[in-house]
């Protein structure tokens, strides 16, 4: 996301990158005006819902991110599931190593410390989550005979992403995406013929 001098813009890319590195609840509001540059009084102003407004709309923006960069993927493999499988997971794997694994996930990281409690919250993530599974589905779509079947393919793909991501922050490796990816693409049905 590129930065800009809008107010409201910063404090939503501010709090994309703290909830990503460590949450909400470890994401004060001192630190979110800091980060983001804002006075209190124009924080209040872009955001009259508080901090949770800023959660929702940061999600919003992390989300539509996300679903773009995996529907330009998709693209970029022009129709080859395996590489666009492998080149999602070799991106994650990437950006995890470049933030020093601190890039975690804004949708998870929300949707686990808030969600059982915070009905919108838990809507706006099953949302973003659920636009992240259409795009990795459209993906994958020429390899299953039906929108369900590509739907329930791409949901265990996203699943296994959100755990790999986890498990690859807490062990400060990334060795287990590639041979994850491989066994996803081993789960794809034979390529059908065209025509």
């Known amino acids: 996301m590129a930065r800009t001098s809008n107010a409201r813009q910063d404090a939503i890319e501010a709090a994309v990158r703290l909830f990503r590195s460590q949450g909400y609840s470890a ?13 209190k009084g124009s924080f209040y102003f872009h955001f009259p819902g508080g901090k949770e407004q800023l959660a929702l709309e940061a999600l ?12 330009r993927r998709a693209a970029t493999v022009g129709g080859d599931t395996p590489a666009f499988i492998r080149a999602m997971f070799e991106a994650t794997a990437r950006e995890l190593e470049s933030s020093d694994y601190t890039a975690g996930c804004v949708a998870s990281n929300l949707g686990g410390e808030m969600s059982s409690g915070n009905r919108p919250i838990a809507e706006a993530v099953t949302t973003v989550v659920k636009s992240w599974v259409e795009a990795i589905a459209d993906g994958v779509a020429s390899r299953f005979e039906t929108r ?4 329930a393919y791409a949901s265990t793909v996203m699943a296994a992403l959100s755990g790999v991501r986890t498990m690859a922050r807490a062990q400060r490796s990334t060795a287990m995406f590639g041979s994850i990816a491989e066994v996803l693409i081993a789960g794809l049905p034979a390529a059908r013929p065209a025509g």
């Open 27 to 39: 994401t004060g509001l001192s630190q979110l005006l800091e980060e983001s540059g804002a006075p």
């Open 60 to 71: 919003t923006v992390f989300g539509e991110e996300i679903r773009s960069r995996i529907a």
């Open 148 to 151: 369900d079947a590509a739907m």
